[in-house]
């Protein structure tokens, strides 16, 4: 049986010297150095097992969801991710589960050059807490309560995929490889949010769903929206769906880690610019407006009158 030190050290401690990170894993605390003139930004995020991924999820994408939900965070604040601290509890030392489990992690933290500087390794049912560290200009920095009346709403990506896929495998169904990644490997929005800081104004990421999320926005704004339902791009696995069950799932399905932002009129050009630079799709799906509340509209103006709510850990509208 391998110990709690092995495990730290054969899974966790990399011996690669990272940028900032003046004492990494080892001590009682790690000691950073962001760069000079940026902000620290925080985010922590816990997933349990059976909760936030299904109980049969495979290692390796629980080792990258469990990163890629807190640098969504990172995202949506346009801040640029640094490091990142690990709190892991284990029923068992499996070490096969391990090494998938870090082949994940470490894959995504790489691609964003994230340093893991720490953490904690317990026993107990399956659940795992990352916290990220990033940095950013705070002036620039994208807030919940930064948008206004007249402001364009945009969005990234195909909302929606994520609760499909979990519909699909809820239902014992098959689920096509393409569309259980969208719910396994959610693919944070990194290089757009650091180029919309100081470009966009307000910002969310959406993971309750995403008017639950616009809402957060508005609450944040104290201010409402007008939403074209028929705007909010649909991928090919939706659009075997009828539309009022693609809607539901768009509407109300979490898990997108999508980026949700609002934009001045002016600089709506240069928003799609930042875009196709980092290569993610956006759209707009609609503007800001000074009365409280969410109005769901179709492309002709009808009203869209589906029932809506997005998910809340204590609210009873949960299974
Ligand atoms: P302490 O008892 O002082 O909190 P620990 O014995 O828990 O320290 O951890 C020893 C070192 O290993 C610390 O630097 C801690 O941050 C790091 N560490 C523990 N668990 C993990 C993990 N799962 N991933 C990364 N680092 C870890
Ligand atoms: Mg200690």
């Not at 080892?26 to 620290?40: C, E, K, R, W």
């Not at 390796?60 to 939900?69: E, F, T, Y």
């Not at 709190?87 to 489990?101: M, N, Q, R, V």
């Not at 904690?120 to 705070?138: E, F, K, Y």
Request: hydrophobic share 45%; charged share 20%.
């Amino acid at each position: 049986m391998v110990s709690e030190f092995e495990i730290i050290h054969r899974f966790f401690q990399r011996e690669l010297a990272a940028p900032g990170v003046l004492l990494g894993i080892g001590d009682d605390a790690a000691i950073l150095m962001p760069d000079a003139g940026s902000a620290l930004v925080v985010a922590v995020d816990t997933l349990v097992a059976g909760r936030h991924f299904p109980d049969q999820t495979d290692p390796v994408s629980i080792g990258h969801k469990a990163l890629a939900v807190n640098l969504s965070d990172l995202a949506a604040m346009g801040a640029q991710p640094r490091w990142a601290t690990l709190a892991l509890t284990l029923p068992k030392a499996d070490e096969a589960w391990l090494s998938g489990f870090a082949e994940g992690f470490f894959a995504l933290a790489d691609r964003f050059h994230v340093a893991l500087v720490g953490g904690d390794t317990t026993r107990g049912p399956l659940s795992m807490t990352v916290q990220v560290q990033g940095q950013v200009d705070a002036a620039r920095a994208l807030r919940r309560d930064a948008a206004k009346p007249g402001q364009h709403i945009f969005i990234t990506g195909t909302p929606g995929d994520a609760a499909f896929a979990l519909q699909q495998l809820q239902a014992g169904e098959a689920v096509e490889a393409a569309l259980l990644a969208r719910l396994n490997r959610p693919e944070p929005r990194i290089a757009l949010g650091m180029t919309l800081a100081g470009v966009a104004e307000a910002a969310i990421d959406v993971s309750d769903g995403l008017l639950a999320d616009i809402q957060h926005m508005l609450d944040a704004s104290a201010c409402g929206a007008q939403i074209n339902v028929d705007a909010i791009p649909r991928s090919q696995a939706l659009l075997s769906l009828d539309v009022e069950s693609a809607l539901t799932c768009q509407l109300n399905g979490g898990d997108d880690y999508e980026l949700c932002f609002t934009v001045d009129a002016d600089r709506v050009e240069q928003v799609y610019q930042a875009a196709e630079d980092s290569a993610v799709s956006i759209a707009e799906i609609g503007i800001i407006e000074p009365q409280p509340g969410i109005r769901c509209v179709h492309e002709d103006g009808s009203p869209c009158t589906l029932k809506v709510g997005g998910f809340d850990h204590f609210a009873n509208n949960h299974d």
